[in-house]
């Protein structure tokens, strides 16, 4: 009986994600040697030549029941996401079909993948497939040299990366089900046990796999844990550090780590935000992240994310206050729950940030941010 076979009518899907040079082809070539199956692979690069395309390849060429798929120059989270879940569909009409594998590219976001699953599912009612197990490929010797040693490197590197590559690689960590640290012949001991605390700080639930050179067994993949959405989307630290403030209570964990959470109402004064995130923030702050919005624009969501001394501040989305009545009257009618929380002043405008660290100064934060606020404004 073929170990794929995890729901009787449905093909498995394998999400594979993970920053640029974490091991994600190097682990899924391992994959398809341990196993003679009929499987698909699609895999994802940024570029307009599909490297990781061509290194699977070469190496499962000798597999006649391989089908590859290559998708360029864009990212199946976003740009390619519709061309994406076409190609899965597709892909799962194959007759005795075991598995589908995919290896998004390095700068992909798996909550956006993962959503497009869901809303198919939900519009189709009977999808021939299901994502199984997202797995992430974490670079140990990366993450040391980079996040546990306050991104000292990361903050003066010159090789043209994104300075919000940390907010990603903390992202795709936060979001999966089974994380492959790769790479762990580079440090000793001491240093991977440093490694695992500071996942298991962003990410209590999924299960971590220590790897060398990627080798991890495909059955331990494909029967181990399983993908749930919803646990995905509330088993990252910032999920339960409010949940925990929702429901009063403490959030300190054994990892010597405390967290905390600013709400105010009120907006801020976008200049003096931003100084504070460039002037101000404490050291000491590993992770935040939240939502909030400024005085000179009641329209956007804005997402706030840090991770060590990278900060960003992005649209998100719309308010819903923002929305025309008729909208609005909509969204009432279909999720009545939004209106538990709603403010006759401000709507569901909010400022809401997690803050995650170790001996920080928690009424300094909370003073720092209260004088970015505007005190008088009505929406």
């Known amino acids: 009986m ?47 030549v599909n490297v990781d395309a061509k290194l ?47 290896e998004a590219s390095g700068i992909s976001d798996p909550a956006s993948i993962a959503e497009a699953f869901l809303a198919y599912e939900q519009y189709t009612k009977k999808a021939k497939f299901y994502i199984s197990s997202i797995v992430t490929v974490v670079d140990a010797d990366r993450i040391y040299h ?41 440090l000793d001991l001491a240093k991977i046990d440093e490694v695992r605390r500071a996942i298991r700080s962003l990410q209590p639930e999924a299960e971590i796999i220590e790897a060398v050179n990627a080798k991890v067994s495909l059955d331990r993949i494909l029967n181990g844990q399983k ?64 939502y909030i919005w400024f005085e000179d624009d009641y329209t956007h969501v804005q997402l706030i994310e840090t991770a060590g001394r990278n900060a960003s501040v992005t649209e ?6 923002a929305f025309d009545e008729k909208d609005k009257k909509e969204v009432f009618d279909n999720y009545p729950e939004v209106k538990d929380e709603w403010d006759d002043t401000y709507g569901d405008r909010m400022n809401q940030i997690v803050f995650i660290g170790r001996q920080y100064d928690k009424n300094a934060i909370k003073n720092a941010l209260n004088s970015c606020v505007i005190d008088a404004v009505s929406a």
């Open 316 to 321: 998100f989305s719309n308010w819903i206050a």
């Open 146 to 186: 980079e996040f546990l040693n306050e991104l000292e490197e990361a903050a003066s590197s010159d090789d043209d990366e994104d300075p919000d590559i940390i907010n990603l690689v903390i992202e795709q960590i936060e979001f999966c089900n089974t994380i492959i640290l790769n790479k762990c012949d580079l």
């Open 56 to 102: 699977i390849e070469n190496e499962s060429t000798k597999k006649l029941d391989t089908r590859m798929v290559e998708l360029s120059n864009g990212c199946i989270c976003c740009t390619l996401r519709d061309e994406f879940m076409k190609e899965v569909e597709e892909l799962a009409k194959i007759k005795d079909l075991e598995a589908i594998f995919v």
């Open 2 to 48: 073929s170990i794929f076979k995890q729901n009787k009518n449905r093909i498995p899907v394998v999400l594979i994600t993970g920053y640029l040079g974490s091991g994600k082809t190097t682990f899924l070539n391992e994959l398809l040697s341990q196993e003679s199956r009929k499987v698909a692979v699609i895999v994802n690069d940024m570029g307009e």
């Open 227 to 290: 993908f749930d959405y919803d646990k995905a989307m509330n088993s990252s630290i910032i999920q339960k550090v409010l949940k925990r403030n929702e429901a009063g209570e403490t959030c300190d964990d054994e990892y010597g780590i405390t967290s905390f959470v600013f709400e105010e109402r009120k907006p801020f004064d976008r200049d003096k935000f931003m100084a504070f995130l460039e002037n101000e923030f404490p050291e000491n702050v590993i992770r935040s992240k939240g």
